[in-house]
Each structure stands twice: as C-alpha cells, then as structure tokens.
C-alpha cells in the first residue's frame, strides 16, 4: 500500500486516494476529507487539523448544475489551506472509489450523496423488530449500486431470547440476493459487547465503515460504543414503536482503533439512483429466470411468453418478492423517464440563456440588423 504521512493514514489515505490525488501534485493544493457539512459550509479534515471549508465558486457552480460534483460527507477534496485562520476553500473533488447513493427527497429527479469512499456499508435493523425485507432488498440494491461491501448488523440483541427467528426470515433474502458472494451478517448487543469484537476489521485503519438504517435501530449507540464516550445522542423508540430522530446530519468519525465510521440519519424514502446493474443482482434469481421471456423489456406483468410469471405460478418464485422486484424496475425505469425530461429541460433553458444574450450583445446588434 502507498505509504501515506500519518495525519492522512488516519483518515483513511489509500492506493485509491494517492493515485487520485496524482492529477493535483503540483497545483499548490493540500488533499482533506470532508466530515460534514452544514448549511452550505463544510468541516474539512486534513493534515492541518480540522478546518471550516468553504467551495471555490468555479465548483460551486458546476455542482449547482450537477449534484454528483458537489462534495459529500467521506470526500477527499483538494484544498487551498489557510491554516491559521482555520479555513480551506474547496476546489476539487477527488474521483470517488465508492458513492453511496439514494434519490433525493421530492419531486425533482436528483440524487443525494448519502456517504462516499466507503468501504462497507452497515444496514443496521433491531433484532426486536420484525424484519421488512422489502425494505432490506431496497438497502441491499443500494448499497451493491455503491460498490461498497454490504454487512448486515443485528442489533439489541440483549432485548430477545434469540436472534434466530430474524435470521430465519432473513437468510433466504441474503442467499438470494447474494449470488454467490455472502454478506456478512453479525449480532451484536451494545449493552452487552456481544459480536462487537467481530467488528474490528471494519473499524481498523484505513478502513470507512457507513451505517445506514432507519431511526432508532442503534447506530448512534454503536458509534458511541466504538469511540469510547458517548459523543453522539442516543435515543429510543417513540410510543408508536417508531424511531427517534436522534442523528440529524451525516458526520465522519475518526475511531481510536484507526479507522472512520460515517453515521447518517435514519432514511423515510430510499429512492433508487444509480442502481440499473445492482438491481437485477439483487434479484439474481428473478433476473436468470427472466432471461427466458420472450420478450426483452417484458415488464412481467402482463405480456405473453413471460419466464417469470410462468415460474411465480409454478410456486417457484414467492410473489411479495416478484411484487417487490416489478415495483423496483418500475422505479428505475420512472426515474430514467425522470432524468431524460430534466436533461431536456435544462438544455432549453441553456438554449433560451444563450438566445438572450445573443439578442442582448451589442456585438451582434450589426448582424441582427
């Protein structure tokens, strides 16, 4: 592994952030890791220490345009450091080794960066809460989209008998979904230490580990647990059994084992993004038996010829998942109908602004005339 200076192992410097950083030696910019971001500012990690970082107004501008360019909480950014006012401004984000990402809150067809250059992705559920296992294919079908390695993570574990009546319901899920390659699936109990020492891969330099899951499932606790001192507030579940909202923006962890943890708010909506490839993985069963339709966008549904529905009714397919996968493609393919309208529209409105200076300019008044 490249040899790193020790205040940027710390933040997780590896092969992959050394050979990107590559195109910016020279430029007189120091490379940071973004930890947070709040209204607009950020808190930039880097070997100066913590510093309050601010965009460059050419990447503030092309990020206006497209979400993907903006920095997101795991970045590593090239900096212009002013170290002794504390301040950096941001002029480069580094091509990202993973991006965790999810279809922003709305109307608009626009992604949000959940985590980037993340190593593992923990999909954090209680084991004293009944599994929703379409909601653990959505986070599984992000996560593979990311290209970081998913870990499932039962918590609570010192609040039931046994685990084994989650892992029942979920084991077929993760066979499925799998295709060959595990997903790790660990019990832990943060009151008790159970399964926390299985952990320690994940949380060892230069490793970036995120956690995502809904509200109240015990990854502040977690994190708490990792770091020592009970840092980020905790909470239980409200009286109508849902989360409390006790983690409110996405922050980067330094662990005193070495490596980072990127803890993120429980998630309402998981609209997919850019998960055209990780879908049909995660349904490799569906996938491989839909290769036989006759047709190739059969939608399952309705059309004659149709390998997939053939198999649902010979029982071999279980139709809350078959439920599941159509509303997943139909997602994908509303999205894509979203994201062509949205690149139409914003190419009218460069046609229109280039129209008006065209008629604006006294250049070209001669011309026109």
């Known amino acids: 592994m490249t040899e790193a200076p020790d205040p940027l192992a710390r933040l997780g410097w590896d092969e992959h952030a050394a050979s990107a950083w590559a195109a910016h030696r020279g430029d007189g910019n120091l490379p940071g890791r973004v930890a947070a971001e709040h209204r607009g500012g950020y808190i930039v990690l880097a070997a100066a220490g913590e510093l309050r970082g601010e965009l460059a107004g050419k990447l503030r501008k092309a990020a206006a345009k497209d979400a993907m360019l903006k920095p997101a909480v795991g970045d590593w950014v090239a900096l212009d450091v002013h170290a ?104 832990l109990s943060s009151v008790s230490g159970q399964g926390l020492d299985e952990l320690d891969a994940y949380v060892a330099r230069p490793q970036t580990t995120a956690l995502i899951g809904a509200s109240g499932v015990g990854k502040s606790t977690l994190i708490n647990r990792w770091l020592g001192e009970e840092r980020l507030s905790t909470g239980g579940l409200r009286d109508d059994g849902k989360g409390r909202h006790t983690t409110t923006h996405r922050e980067l962890l330094v662990l005193p084992r070495g490596g980072l943890v990127i803890d993120t708010p429980g998630m309402r909506e998981l609209g997919l993004w850019n998960a055209d490839e990780s ?56 999205l894509a109908r979203d994201r062509e309208t949205a690149a139409r529209n914003r190419a009218r409105r460069a046609d229109h602004r280039a129209l008006r200076s065209y008629y604006k300019d006294p250049r070209t008044r001669g011309q026109r005339d």
């Open 279 to 334: 879908v049909p993985e995660a349904f490799a069963d569906i996938a491989a038996v839909a290769e036989g339709c006759r047709f190739r966008d059969c939608t399952h549904a309705h059309e004659p010829g149709c390998a997939v529905q053939a198999a649902a009714a010979a029982g071999a397919i279980e139709p809350e998942r078959l439920d599941s996968y159509r509303k997943l493609v139909a997602e994908l393919a509303s």
């Open 84 to 187: 002794a006012a504390g301040t950096a401004t941001i002029h480069a984000v580094l091509p990202r080794k993973t991006v965790l990402t999810r279809r922003a809150a709305g109307r608009a067809a626009a992604p949000q960066i959940v985590a980037a250059d993340v190593d593992a992705v923990f999909i954090v559920h209680p084991l004293d809460q009944p599994p929703n296992l379409r909601r653990l294919e959505r986070y599984l079908a992000i996560t593979l989209a990311s290209g970081a390695a998913p870990v499932l993570a039962l918590t609570k574990a010192d609040l039931v008998e046994s685990a084994e009546p989650v892992l029942s319901a979920i084991r077929p899920l993760l066979d499925r979904v799998a295709g060959g390659r595990p997903v790790p699936v660990h019990v």
